[in-house]
């Protein structure tokens, strides 16, 4: 599963925030490219499967949120 994360939206601090709450259920990594991060999701855990995406992006928008 793949995610593009604006970065002109969202900071690289509040991504590694919300990877290290995240990392028990999945396993994530993100690459760099011009105005994005990319966000890469394996290995993810059965019991959260159906909803990890709108999760974790629910969490990166609590962490950029208290960013600002």
Not at 20 to 39: R, T
């Amino acid at each position: 599963m793949e995610i593009k994360i604006n970065k002109n939206i969202y900071k690289k601090e509040s991504l590694k925030k919300t990877i290290q709450v995240y990392e028990s259920l999945a396993k994530i990594d993100f690459l760099e490219e011009s105005n994005f991060f990319i966000v890469k999701i394996d290995d993810i855990n059965e019991e959260v499967k159906d909803i990890i995406q709108d999760e974790f992006c629910n969490y990166l928008l609590f962490e950029s949120g208290k960013c600002l």
